[in-house]
């Protein structure tokens, strides 16, 4: 690419991020009365892997002003398998749905969404997580359960290439990995929901590193990742829906973490 066109490309981008509403006129498929797509992605298989909701004895941090201080972004690992418990917690803090509103028009979930659209779905790449077997899972926020995708091995290394072989991505214990039901978003939004779609993935992450931090977790979320791989290995069609962010999740090595940390700014 040569420079004009980083130029131009770069502009485009600076126009995307911008605010078109009140500039922009049309007439969404919500306001043409269209059916509304569902709020949730069916599930694939008869199969569930049920999640507590008890998080007491999962929550170790509970001074919030603690967790704002104290949270970091962790690229290091302590070898530890995730438990099922801190997993469940971390699902339903970011994804859960709390009720529903009217006639299934909107889902209440511990995150803020335009529209209460919440247009994500959260898949997981599990390698170290007690009582699961290694391999690709769905989330079921209605029913806070887990479906298998596919139990195949070599997870790290698979997170590792999908995150354009960023080695430490292969050291989580899972890896969350979100895509966008993009229909969800444009019912109501139409050519502007593309913007906020992103801004509310901005939202969804922040909770994972609060509620990671809480539970002696910890994360760094990825966004240069492969997009063609990534939802072949979802299983997902890259078109009506598509992976948006990823993050890496592990039990927080506090020691490795801050050394690496300071290795990393020694010459900047």
Request: net charge negative; aromatic share 10%.
């Amino acid at each position: 690419m040569d420079e004009k066109m980083i130029a131009e490309t770069i502009a485009k981008n600076r126009d995307f991020m911008k605010s078109n509403f009140g500039h922009v006129e049309y007439v969404s498929d919500q306001q043409k009365l269209l059916p509304q797509p569902p709020l949730v992605k069916a599930a694939r298989s008869e199969e569930r892997i049920p999640l507590t909701m008890e998080f007491g004895e999962v929550v170790k941090e509970h001074d919030y002003v603690a967790l704002l201080r104290d949270r970091v972004s962790n690229r290091f690992y302590a070898e530890d398998p995730m438990t099922m418990d801190q997993l469940a917690f971390l699902l339903w803090s970011t994804q859960g749905v709390r009720a529903i509103r009217g006639k299934n028009y909107a889902a209440l979930r511990p995150v803020p969404s335009a529209g209460a659209r919440h247009v994500f779905e959260t898949y997981l790449l599990v390698s170290r997580v007690e009582g699961l077997k290694e391999g690709v899972y769905h989330y079921l926020p209605m029913e806070h359960a887990l479906e298998p995708i596919s139990l195949e091995g070599d997870m790290a290394e698979k997170a590792i290439h999908c995150a354009c072989d960023q080695k430490w991505a292969g050291k989580a214990a899972v890896t969350f990995v979100y895509t966008a039901v993009a229909y969800r978003g444009e019912w109501r939004y139409s050519i502007n929901a593309h913007r906020v779609m992103l801004i509310d993935a901005g939202h969804v992450v922040q909770n994972l590193y609060l509620s990671a931090q809480a539970i002696g977790c910890g994360t760094c979320a990825i966004a240069a990742f492969r997009q063609e791989d990534t939802d072949k290995l979802l299983q997902v069609d890259g078109k009506e829906e598509f992976a948006v962010y990823m993050a890496p999740v592990g039990v927080r090595d506090e020691s490795k973490n801050e050394q690496n940390t300071k290795k990393l700014y020694a010459n900047v």
